[in-house]
């Protein structure tokens, strides 16, 4: 399994990026896809993730309103619209799937800052 994330970059406060993560398989292969996040000395935390099938939608509370999840189950696309950025939205974020085991993309790198 190959995630490969991109959309990261440096946006304003109160900005919107879109992330995308390509996966060498179809969603529908994999029993759940998300994101997660980590800052340098924290643990990684989820973002966002759902299940095979667009179903069971979870978000963190500090992106709930603010970020959506999505991807076609017959595609490989996942993504995540971040919308009403916020410094505190300042990570590395991964893209994470299940598939039978636990498979990461190499991140891609989210700054707000004014």
């Known amino acids: 399994v190959r995630l490969v994330e991109s959309g990261g970059g440096l946006v304003r406060p109160g900005g919107s990026l879109q992330l995308s993560c390509v996966a060498s398989?179809?969603?529908?292969?994999?029993?759940?896809m998300g994101w997660y996040r980590q800052v340098p000395g924290k643990q990684r935390e989820l973002v966002a993730r759902?299940?095979?099938?667009?179903?069971?939608?979870l978000y963190a509370d500090s992106v709930q309103g603010r970020f959506t999840i999505s991807g076609r189950n017959a595609g490989n696309t996942l993504y995540l619209q971040m919308n009403d950025l916020r410094p505190e939205d300042t990570a590395v974020y991964y893209c994470?799937?299940?598939?039978?085991?636990?498979?990461w993309g190499n991140g891609t790198l989210v700054t707000v800052s004014s």
């Open positions: 994470h799937a299940d598939y039978g085991m636990d498979w």
């Open positions: 398989s179809s969603i529908s292969s994999f029993v759940s």
């Open positions: 759902m299940l095979s099938g667009g179903t069971d939608i």
